[in-house]
Nanobody, 120 residues
Framework: VQLQASGGGLVQPGGSLRLSCAAS????????MAWYRQAQGKQRELVAV???????NEADSVKGRFTISRDNAKNTVYLQMNSLKPEDTAVYYC???????????????WGQGTQVTVSS
């Protein structure tokens, strides 16, 4: 199973970006999908998570500005980021809880990370 993240870049404060992360390979079922971020010198933190049933939860620091969504037909998770702030600057990683085959275990997989820089 591979996760391919895209959509990062440089944006001015107040701007928007949309991250995408597509899962591919041997996939029977995907449960939760999530976005994490890690700023330089800091620990990785959870940004937002969406369950297989579409229930979402976002970190307090991004609530009202970021929205997580998914397209189950495409095995893809998205993160719409609005009203970006300099403190949102980080490498963003996608994560998926994947069952590779029927009755198999759910395992965690990570994308390669995409840099988001918010600066004027």
């Amino acid at each position: 199973v591979q996760l391919q993240a895209s959509g990062g870049g440089l944006v001015q404060p107040g701007g928007s970006l949309r991250l995408s992360c597509a899962a591919s390979g041997s996939i029977f079922s995907i449960n939760a999908m999530a976005w994490y971020r890690q700023a330089q010198g800091k620990q990785r933190e959870l940004v937002a998570v969406i369950t297989g049933g579409g229930i979402t939860n976002e970190a307090d620091s991004v609530k009202g500005r970021f929205t997580i969504s998914r397209d189950n037909a495409k095995n893809t998770v998205y993160l719409q980021m609005n009203s970006l702030k300099p403190e949102d600057t980080a490498v963003y990683y996608c994560n998926a809880h994947v069952q590779a085959f029927y009755r198999g275990p759910y395992l965690d997989y990570w994308g390669q990370g995409t840099q988001v820089t918010v600066s004027s």
